[in-house]
């Protein structure tokens, strides 16, 4: 946790201070020079954290990766969602074979200390979006969410990016899934907006839509997914009829 925490504070304060080079770019070209060395310190940090999480020997990964990926390419990438944990697992599975995650982010985000400036630096798309209340005083900005993820996608029209999306929209729990009458046993009804966002952007540009499914063993057990803290301190496996099952095995049910 004290190596994670340490290799954050300092990766980020490099980005925050490098992401001034982003206003004294004298061109185009030299814009995106600026914003490769971003994203490359980005997936350096990311780097240092998977060699924390690969010291713990009894966590074990199963991973599927599709052939013919391009870190110059364009992606959509769509997961399940039922952890704060599945962010890790994700970069942990595609770091430096695909290009450098992106999120849709919430414009109020673009002010957390630190973090904000490194988002930004990062080209985090940020979303100004009307509630409903707002929407049915004013018609008007109906379909304005998709303007706004069109322009805020235009920097990648000519770079390399992943866009990442939960469609579910908010981590999976039986609670949630049974309040939504989702048909589905482990997924709640997906929502069509931040796949429509990405598609309506960046459609004409997309090489691949990447589906991924992450499963935690232990969920089939408790129904809880793992958390932050068992991920860096190697609990993400349980004893079952005295047998140790553990992060990506296979489970027939």
């Known amino acids: 946790?004290?190596?994670?925490?340490?290799?954050?504070?300092?990766?980020?304060?490099?980005?925050?201070?490098?992401?001034?080079?982003?206003?004294?770019?004298?061109?185009?070209?030299?814009?995106?020079?600026?914003?490769?060395?971003?994203?490359?310190?980005?997936?350096?940090?990311?780097?240092?954290?998977?060699?924390?999480?690969?010291?713990?020997?009894?966590?074990?990964?199963?991973?599927?990766?599709?052939?013919?990926?391009?870190?110059?390419?364009?992606?959509?990438?769509?997961?399940?969602?039922?952890?704060?944990?599945?962010?890790?697992?994700?970069?942990?599975?595609?770091?430096?074979r695909l290009p450098f995650f992106r999120f849709f982010l919430k414009n109020p985000l673009i002010w957390v200390p630190f973090l904000g400036t490194a988002w930004w630096a990062l080209d985090m798309p940020f979303m100004q979006r009307a509630s409903r209340e707002k929407m049915a005083r004013r018609p008007g900005l109906k379909g304005k969410d998709l303007e706004n993820a069109r322009k805020a996608c235009e920097k990648f029209r000519d770079s390399p990016v992943a866009m990442m999306n939960f469609p579910e929209g908010t981590r999976f729990s039986a609670e949630k899934r049974n309040r939504g009458k989702s048909p589905y046993q482990h997924l709640l009804v997906p929502r069509i907006g931040g796949i429509g966002q990405v598609l309506y952007a960046l459609g004409d540009q997309l090489d691949a839509l990447i589906d991924v499914t992450i499963v935690y063993p232990e969920m089939g057990r408790t129904g809880l997914a793992p958390t932050f803290w068992e991920l860096v301190s190697g609990q993400m496996c349980f004893e079952k009829d005295g047998l140790i099952t553990r992060l990506g095995e296979r489970d027939n049910q």
Request: one cysteine or more; charged letters at 15%; hydrophobic letters at 50%.
């Open 1 to 96: 946790m004290l190596v994670i925490g340490l290799n954050t504070v300092v990766l980020t304060v490099t980005l925050c201070v490098l992401a001034i080079g982003k206003f004294l770019a004298p061109s185009p070209v030299a814009l995106n020079r600026i914003r490769k060395i971003l994203a490359g310190i980005a997936e350096a940090w990311i780097s240092v954290n998977n060699r924390v999480f690969s010291l713990h020997r009894g966590t074990q990964w199963d991973i599927e990766i599709p052939p013919g990926l391009n870190r110059e390419g364009c992606y959509l990438v769509s997961s399940n969602h039922q952890s704060w944990v599945d962010i890790l697992v994700l970069q942990r599975t595609f770091n430096r």
